[in-house]
Each structure stands twice: as C-alpha cells, then as structure tokens.
C-alpha cells in the first residue's frame, strides 16, 4: 500500500491544481460578452465624439452653454466603487483563513459602498440639467453611465444574496465559495468599466 502511494505521489512532484469550476468559468465567459457590449457602446460613443459632434466638447447645448459633467462629485463617487474592490477582495480572503465575521463585515460594506455609488448617480442625473434628448451626446452619455448603473444593481443583487446565505445559513467554506467567487469577479468588472468609463467620458 505505501508503494502504490509513493507511485501515485512520487517526491518532488508537483501537485496538480484545483480545476477552475463551471460556474466562475461561466461568469468569465458572460463577462467576456459583456465587455464587448461595453466596447460597441465605447465605440458609438467616441463615433459621435469625433464624426458627429461640433467643435465643442462636450457639445453646447440649446442656450449656447456647453454640457457640464460633475468631474469632482464623481471622482468622489468612483473612489467609493474603486473601494469597493478592495473590500470584496478582504471578505474573500477573510474567508481563506475561516474568519467568518470578516467575511460578512467585507461583504457589507462592499454593499455599503456600491448602494452610496448609485445614490450619487441618481442624485447626480437629476442635477445634471440635460436629457437623453439633448443631442447625440445626452443619448450616448446617459446609454453609457446607466447601462453601468445597471450593472451595478445587478452586482449588488449577487452581492446580497451572497450575505443572506453567510449570514443566515452559514454558508460557504474555504474550500467552497463558487458563487461568491462568481459575485466577486462580477464587482471586479463592474468597477474596472466604471473606472475607464470615468476617464473616458468625464476626464478626457
């Protein structure tokens, strides 16, 4: 019996690693079609910028005043998403080492944090003083930010249920935490378009 052991496990050999499982391989491939969605709105986007749009830019609106985006507040907003990334990362890896109350606590204030993010768009939509209807670049910029907005509804969503079942069921282990992996990768990607979206759009 110890030779067929040491058969199987010779000395020195390297352990194989664990199979990456169907669910986070399905997320990365979801992912992977949702980034193109984002390229082709990027891509429609810069389209108007450049072939469309006037001189201006952003563009003047019907009083002959230029569109005016609120790069500070949401600077502000975004260091709270980019936070966010952090304190997923935490509660996964609290959970590695089994600290439960970690685990939760990261997990909350990622909630925390992406809740507080969408509150400043939507305070920051009805300040803005112009519509989707106001020119190719209302449409654009409105499709761009609340497609995300969208997105980051539906990662809080994940992110919720994830804490229903450690709070109240206890749920995942070290060695099993597929959906919050899966969730976890989800927020990643939101926050990694937000950050380009920002740059992209508000900054340059």
């Known amino acids: 019996m110890a030779t067929d052991h040491a058969l199987a496990h010779p000395p020195g050999a390297v352990p194989q690693k664990k199979p990456i499982s169907q669910g986070v391989l399905a997320m990365l491939l979801f992912i ?6 984002f390229a082709s709105f990027f891509t429609a986007y810069f389209m108007v910028r450049y072939n469309v749009a006037e001189n201006h830019w952003p563009p003047l609106n019907q009083n002959g005043e230029p569109f005016e985006l609120p790069k500070v507040g949401t ?3 975004t260091a709270f998403l980019v936070f966010s990334s952090f304190t997923v990362w935490w509660a996964e890896h609290r959970l590695k080492h089994n600290d439960r109350k970690g685990l ?3 997990l909350l204030v990622t909630i925390l944090l992406g809740i507080t993010f969408l509150v400043a768009q939507i305070n920051e939509y009805a300040h803005l003083g112009f519509t989707p209807a106001d020119k190719a670049f209302g449409s654009t910029f409105y499709t761009l930010t609340g497609f995300h907005g969208l997105h980051v509804l539906v990662g809080l969503i994940l992110l919720t249920i994830c804490y229903v079942r450690v709070k109240r069921a206890r ?9 919050l992996v899966m969730a976890s990768i989800y927020w990643h990607f939101v926050d990694v378009v937000w ?3 920002y740059i ?3 900054l340059v």
């Open 195 to 197: 950050v380009a979206l």
């Open 32 to 37: 992977g079609s949702e980034a193109m969605l």
């Open 75 to 77: 600077g502000v907003s």
């Open 104 to 106: 939760e606590r990261g």
């Open 200 to 202: 992209l759009v508000y």
């Open 171 to 179: 749920d995942f282990t070290p060695t099993f935490s597929t959906p």
